[in-house]
């Protein structure tokens, strides 16, 4: 537990001649950097000491049960004050596992059956208080015959590493968005001033044909006018030199 949270954690000797099991939650304020964390561990003291095993997940489950029991009835209250609740729900359950180097035991088998519907079990989780030089660096690890294992500095460094890669990527995703919609953006205003100028340009040609076809009426008209006022002209002539021509045949 202390080379998960970095922290040195105070540890109560239990004796291994107890009764039953019994859980014992102890709460920690922990901070790191800008992090505030309230953290609670439960140990489950006096679990596998008995001879007559078969019961002993009982009370581990009923804790777990019981903490969710109570975060429902705070949920289920009229005036709910969830912001000040002191959540004790289980989260994670670290299940270790004694290096006897033989495979798991049947307690083993039977309380994570019980504990993986209520809470999470992670699949492996490596620790260590010792001091291991790996190289020119001093780290945290174990040693064995074969070979070291890092616990914690490599993943915290990945971790790192990874969530800058993230946030870098999520940069560059962003930048691509907003060059795209400029670019989306840039392509509909050229379109519009296309169309616009298309629509003005068909208007102006549209504007033109009417007014030559206007212009052609209106010739056609002067031209009828004018063929008419010759015919009336010619007309008025006629009509005043017929009475003029009967008048001298009278004189004959």
């Known amino acids: 537990m202390n080379t998960l949270f970095n922290t040195m954690f105070e540890n109560e000797e239990a004796s291994h001649y107890q009764n039953g099991v019994y859980l014992r939650p102890r709460t920690y304020d922990l901070q790191e950097s800008n992090v505030h964390l309230k953290l609670t561990i439960v140990d489950t003291v006096g679990f596998g000491d008995q001879i007559n095993k078969e019961d002993s997940y009982k009370p581990i489950v009923d804790y777990i049960d019981t903490q969710f029991e109570n975060y429902l009835q705070e949920e289920l209250k009229i005036k709910r004050s969830l912001f000040n609740y002191h959540d004790t729900r289980i989260h994670i359950c670290l299940y270790f596992i004694a290096p006897t180097g033989h ?138 030199s017929q009475p003029l021509k009967k008048d001298k045949d009278k004189k004959n």
Not at 112 to 127: E, N, R
Not at 128 to 144: H, I, L
Not at 167 to 181: C, S
Request: glycine share 2%; with cysteine; hydrophobic share 35%.
């Open 103 to 240: 495979s798991l035991k049947s307690l083993d088998l039977v309380t994570m059956k019980k504990l993986d519907s209520k809470a999470h079990l992670p699949f492996a989780v490596v620790g260590s208080v010792e001091e291991v030089k790996v190289g020119n660096k001093t780290v945290r690890a174990r040693q064995y015959p074969w070979a070291w294992c890092k616990p914690a500095g490599d993943v915290r460094a990945k971790r790192k590493e990874f969530l800058g890669d993230l946030q870098r990527k999520e940069e560059e995703m962003r930048q691509m968005f907003v060059n795209k919609v400029k670019e989306t953006e840039a392509e509909l205003k050229e379109k519009e001033r296309e169309v616009t100028h298309d629509k003005f340009e068909q208007l102006k040609r549209m504007h033109q044909e009417e007014k030559r076809k206007v212009e052609e009426k209106r010739r056609d008209l002067e031209e009828e006018m004018n063929a008419f006022n010759r015919k009336k002209v010619a007309a008025e002539t006629l009509s005043l």
